[in-house]
């Protein structure tokens, strides 16, 4: 800031002031951050002064009395590349800046990482941000979109804002600490390195399930997908319950604590129960409005093998879900709007009402009962850890799968502690919901996370009527009779009863769109095979550049050619994830290396060659799954064919 001898003058700065470029960049960026920082105008900046080399430093007063400075008084750049000694900053691709001062480490690190790279600046004192944007120019990197701040102690604002970066946070993030600022606030900076720790390994989680699982998800989707012509979609449920509450009813080891109160709320509140507990609810003469299933594994068709044919719960569930419970289920059925099911089904335009992914089955309880308007939300045996030695209420169908291994030697508590010392490698400590230390583990604690990002964004009151199980931030503690008391004093509005069966009229249209995939992916198929010799020819010439330049334009043709299938490449790499998070790995680590030239290019064409192969394997297993599932639709539902009519006439 100018000083002047007149006091309104001394907000007044000339057009070139490095802080207006800082704020005017803010302002586009973050106006939240830049209004925090334009309310502290009545308050002195930190002191600062020139080093013994030119760049400036900056000191402050701690709490008890001393004045430190946060930089070299001779040569803080110089200082802040030695802190930096160590740092493989050419492989990691997300940076966690913990004290900024006047982002000496910050602007050294943007210079050697990736144009693609995040930095994530973690900083309490905001007057220390706009000393340091009166300092030294930021503009250009703020203007990038690639530095975030993060100023209060706010989880759900750290995980919120970094969930659209979940593939950088799994391929490489790196925490990197100012050391002379962590000491002003120890504690935020404490808790801030616990959290980004639990954000990475919820990051890596979910990638590496999404890897995992996604080829399963393809075929079970694919295999389904007569069930999900068939079945009508969310839509006509939006807004049903507008107002009223709805109480979640999980399968934790505390359900068994209060189970019997939910009695009480037949009639009065939504109760949507997850697959694990339909079964007991019914013997207790609660039949659920809706159940909720989205596993693909076989043993989940044991939680519907010997449901009432009268039942009347409508089953809610992901088409990635075994079919076996499709066909066991003898109630109402509605399957989610799915993008992969909908890109098989590209000509009959379904648009089908989609959620939010959830992790689990009580995940997408949540987002049904939000889907229907309700307020409260109420949960009840959703302890996401193991209250009092159990992973699991007694009474479900996996006491079944363990009965016969019992004996007077072998109890079913013995089986439950059996199931939680297995996972011993991945056991964790958390505060339980009175802040007594339990134990969760890796999996647990993810869905954890899952739900904590959901209630920090949600309008809608959280009630944990639990009674048990790990605290979750965002939602209210108290007891189920408390809440059934306070929340489900009122019936239900009526609502009229609107399912309309399943219909398999379409299914004819269904087959029509599998045999046009089957088709665009054997065109893929072909363009692959014709890329792969043109590519091993550029990797084995590529120092002969008039050689490389023909063959890259025969490259572009067989591009252009693969572009017209886009949508169907997508399907197909559906069956690979794995191949497209190590091209995506690739590109980013080639990008950070800045390496040019003949390098980068043989780099480049076995990345390319990798990914062609891939391409094409895939290719042939997706046209295998759609003549299996399109054999199997025109038998069962007797879908015409019209080369055999043909044929016949």
């Known amino acids: 800031m100018i000083v002047s001898a007149d006091p309104s003058l001394r907000f007044v700065l000339p057009p070139e002031a490095v802080y207006l470029k800082n704020m005017a960049a803010l302002w586009a960026i973050d106006p939240k951050r830049a209004t925090l920082i334009e309310a502290l105008d009545d308050r002195d900046s930190h002191p600062c002064e020139s080093s013994k080399a030119g760049p400036p430093t900056v000191s402050v007063r701690t709490n008890d009395g001393r004045t430190i400075f946060l930089h070299s008084k001779y040569e803080p750049r110089r200082e802040a590349v030695k802190q930096l000694e160590g740092v493989a900053v050419e492989e990691r691709f997300v940076f966690f800046m913990l004290g900024f001062a006047l982002g000496y480490q910050l602007e050294i690190v943007a210079e050697r990482a990736s144009d693609e790279s995040l930095f994530c600046l973690i900083e309490p004192d905001l007057l220390m941000l706009r000393t340091a944007f009166e300092q030294r120019d930021f503009s250009t990197l703020i203007e990038s979109g690639r530095l975030l701040f993060f100023t209060t102690l706010d989880k759900a604002d750290l995980y919120v804002r970094l969930s659209e970066h979940n ?42 399930t999404l890897i995992i699982n996604g080829r399963k998800t393809a075929e079970n989707i694919t295999r389904n997908i007569g069930w999900y012509v068939a079945s009508p979609g969310l839509s006509r449920l939006a807004g049903r319950y507008k107002g009223q509450p709805a109480i979640i009813v999980s399968a934790g080891p505390s359900l068994r604590k209060n189970k019997h109160l939910l009695q009480d709320a037949v009639g009065r509140a939504v109760i949507v129960a997850v697959q694990t507990t339909l079964q007991p609810l019914l013997e207790m003469g609660i039949e ?145 919901h009175e802040g007594r230390p339990m134990y969760t583990e890796e999996r647990l604690f993810t869905y954890l996370q899952q739900f904590e990002r959901d209630f920090g964004r949600t309008k809608t009151r959280i009630i944990d009527a639990t009674e048990g199980g790990a605290m979750k931030r965002g939602a209210t503690n108290m007891t189920l009779a408390a809440a059934i008391e306070k929340f489900c004093a009122h019936p239900l509005a009526e609502v009229m009863e609107d399912h309309p069966g399943l219909s398999w009229k379409p299914i004819a249209a269904c087959v029509e769109s599998l045999k046009n995939r089957r088709h665009e992916a054997s065109q893929i198929e072909e363009i692959a095979a014709r890329t792969l010799p043109i590519l091993e020819d550029i990797r084995d010439h590529v120092e002969d550049q008039k050689r490389v330049n023909k063959a890259i334009a025969r490259v572009d043709v067989l591009r252009g050619r ?42 480049q064409v076995e990345r390319d060659l990798d990914n062609v192969r891939s391409v094409r394997s895939a290719a042939v297993e997706f046209q295998t799954l759609m003549t299996e599932v399109i054999d199997r639709l025109t038998v069962e539902h007797g879908v015409p064919n019209p080369a055999v009519q043909k044929e016949a006439a």
């Open 167 to 208: 593939g950088l946070l799994s391929v490489g993030c790196e925490l990197i600490r100012h050391e002379s600022s962590l000491q002003l606030a120890p504690d935020f900076y404490r808790q801030m390195e616990i959290w980004i720790g639990e954000l990475r390994d919820y990051s890596r989680t979910g990638l590496n």
């Open 562 to 603: 693969m572009d017209q299938f886009g949508s169907c490449y997508d399907l197909i790499m559906q069956l690979t994830q794995c191949t497209e998070l190590q091209r995506f790995e690739q590109d980013r680590k080639i990008a950070a290396s800045k390496i040019a030239g003949v390098d980068r290019q043989r780099r």
């Open 288 to 432: 659920p409005q809706f159940v909720t299933s989205l596993d693909y594994h076989e043993i989940c068709a044991r939680f519907f093998e010997t449901l009432p044919p009268s039942i009347r719960t409508e089953l809610i569930a992901e088409p990635k879900a075994t079919d076996r419970i499709f066909k066991l289920n003898p109630g109402p059925l509605t399957l989610l709007g799915n993008d992969f099911a909908e890109g098989l089904l590209r000509e009959m335009n379904l648009d089908k009402a989609k959620l939010p992914a959830g992790a689990t089955v009580a995940h997408l309880a949540y987002y049904i009962a939000e889907h229907l308007g309700c307020d409260p939300i109420i949960f009840v045996g959703q302890d996401l850890g193991f209250s009092e030695g159990l992973c699991y209420t007694p009474g479900t169908s996996y006491e079944d799968v363990w009965r016969p291994e019992l004996s007077e030697f072998c109890t079913m508590e013995m089986k439950q502690w059996e199931q939680i010392v297995r996972d011993r490698p991945i056991l964790r400590q958390i505060p339980d």
